[in-house]
C-alpha cells in the first residue's frame, strides 16, 4: 500500500522483513507444534525493489531443527503488478526459538 513506500515508490524493506518474519513464523509454529520467537536473522540482501501493486510472494523451508531451536530459510518474491512477472526480491536464515507458556525455551518434539 502507497503507506508502506518510500519517495521512490518502492516498499519499505522492514514491511518486506515483517512479512517474511510472519511467514517463518507460521512455518516455525507449524513445526515445533507451538509458539516460537524470533532470535535472529542471517545476512539478508536486496536485490530487487518490491513496487506498489506487486504481490509479495514468501516462501519458507525448515533447513534444520535442534533441540529448542530451528533455521528457517525464507525467500520473498515479487509478482510483478499487470506483467505477473517473478522476481526474487531477497532471501535470509532466521532462527527461531521454541517457547513455553512462560517464555522460557522448550524442546521442539520430533518430526511426525
Known amino acids: 500500500m502507497p503507506a508502506d513506500t518510500n519517495a521512490n515508490g518502492d516498499i519499505f524493506g522492514g514491511w518486506v ?3 517474511m518474519d510472519s511467514a ?4 516455525g ?3 515445533a507444534k ?3 520467537v524470533t532470535v535472529k536473522v542471517d545476512a539478508m540482501t536486496f536485490h530487487r525493489p518490491v513496487k506498489i501493486g506487486d504481490v ?4 519458507t ?3 534444520s531443527v535442534g533441540r529448542t531451536s530451528m533455521k528457517i530459510h525464507i525467500e520473498a518474491w515479487s509478482k510483478r503488478f499487470l506483467t505477473h512477472v517473478r522476481e526474487k526480491v531477497t532471501d535470509a536464515t532466521f532462527i527461531f526459538v521454541a517457547i513455553d507458556d512462560a517464555g522460557r525455551p522448550r524442546v521442539i518434539p520430533a518430526d511426525d
Open 56 to 59: 509479495l510472494c514468501v516462501y
Open 34 to 36: 507451538g509458539r516460537v
Open 29 to 31: 509454529v507449524e513445526r
Open 17 to 19: 522483513l515483517s512479512q
Open 24 to 27: 517463518g513464523g507460521i512455518a
Open 61 to 63: 523451508e525448515v533447513e
